[in-house]
């Protein structure tokens, strides 16, 4: 059975906030850098969401998998792209980025579908 990657995301983002009221001072500062880092620069917020969904898979963050392919997808990354940045993460990763790609194969269909 699939994890539900919407709810996953939904539950990340409850509890990060949680631990942003525990330790504000952390929490903001990581805050404050992925904003910087995922903003359109020399390259595009949409890249740089796939790039962090390519690390995601390739050091095994389930988290990271669900987080990076929604916001991937709401930068405008088509399945084609996704699939793509896939590929690259199983190239880095070898055999265990395989097994979370399956992650990410299911969070790309929940996230595209919605």
Request: charged share 20%; with cysteine.
């Amino acid at each position: 059975m699939a994890a539900d990657y919407l709810k996953i995301y939904q539950d990340l983002n409850d509890k990060l906030a949680e631990l942003g009221r525990e330790i504000p001072g952390t929490m903001s500062g990581f805050a404050r850098m992925h904003k910087k880092a995922v903003e359109s620069g020399a390259l595009d917020s949409k890249t740089k969401e796939l790039m962090a969904l390519a690390v995601g898979i390739a050091v095994h963050c389930e988290g990271c998998i669900a987080y990076h392919t929604h916001d991937a997808v709401q930068a405008g990354a088509s399945r084609e792209e996704i699939l793509e940045t896939i590929g690259v993460a199983l190239m880095m990763g070898g055999g265990p980025a395989a097994m979370y790609a399956t992650y990410a194969m299911d969070a790309m269909a929940q996230n595209l579908a919605e």
